[in-house]
């Protein structure tokens, strides 16, 4: 059984489409019931009556992450696979650096770094007393890389400090994990997408374009397979590893 957080995302869903294809069976975990439906209604047509299912989950909610534990525990023997894509933001996220205001940047790298945490503890002390599974988490080429603000030109997009700041913290919060819990036989790896194409302004689609050995930016199904590797006996001795999937951003 696998979760994948905020499974009904631009990331999310196409996670949870291609593990249930892979044979998992699916939870997509998320805040959004309606949007979550949907992914089920379409995972389900596709692959099979049962393969997805919902369940309620806000990973900033102790309460809700204990909640949401014991129900799949009802329900499932084990709980194999954990992928953390949820990607949770304030109303304020996305301000230029010099107006960032302290409490907003204080409740985005809580929310979103706790979150992660908070979920990855419940589950893999589930993972720990079973001696086995898999956690992947969702890093950023900007938790390596530090960004290329020309890119934007004269688009109000920008690339958010708390971004960067929590991507580069869970890239080695996937580190500690791999470490702490290989004991265990617990496998914890991170994907770093580059740029996903979600209908940005033309011009920041050119210039990131120039930017990319392959020409163009990624299409969300491009991460499916590195997730699906990781999740597999393919990668059975591979922990600990971030793998860029960027369209060779990072080469050059």
Request: net charge negative; charged share 20%.
């Amino acid at each position: 059984m696998a979760i994948v957080t905020g499974g009904s995302g631009l990331l999310g869903k196409e996670f949870c489409s291609g593990l249930a294809d892979f044979g998992a069976n699916v939870i997509i975990a998320d805040i959004n019931e309606e949007e979550s439906s949907k992914v089920v209604q379409k995972i389900n047509h596709v692959a099979g009556e049962n393969k997805a299912h919902y369940l309620y989950l806000d990973i900033n909610s102790e309460e809700s992450v204990n909640e949401f534990t014991k129900e799949l525990l009802k329900k499932y023997d084990s709980i194999d696979i954990l992928v953390n894509n949820a990607y949770p933001r304030n109303s304020r996220y996305g301000t230029i650096f010099e107006n960032v205001e302290f409490d907003s940047f204080q409740e985005n790298i809580n929310s979103h770094m706790g979150g992660y945490f908070l979920i990855s503890q419940k589950i893999s002390k589930v993972m720990m007393k079973q001696k086995s599974g898999v956690i992947v988490n969702l890093g950023s080429i900007y938790g390596v890389l530090g960004p290329n603000f020309s890119i934007y030109g004269n688009t109000d997009m920008t690339m958010p400090v708390e971004y960067s700041m929590i991507k580069g913290g869970i890239i080695n919060f996937t580190r500690y994990l791999s470490t702490y819990l290989a004991p265990y036989n617990i496998r914890v790896n991170s994907i770093s997408p580059g740029g996903i194409f979600d209908n940005q302004p033309q011009e920041f689609v050119e210039r990131y374009c120039e930017k990319i050995p392959l020409g163009r930016m990624a299409d969300p199904s491009d991460m499916v397979g590195t997730l699906l590797f990781l999740v597999s006996d393919a990668s059975k001795y591979i922990t600990g590893q971030n793998i860029m999937v960027d369209g060779g951003l990072s080469v050059w």
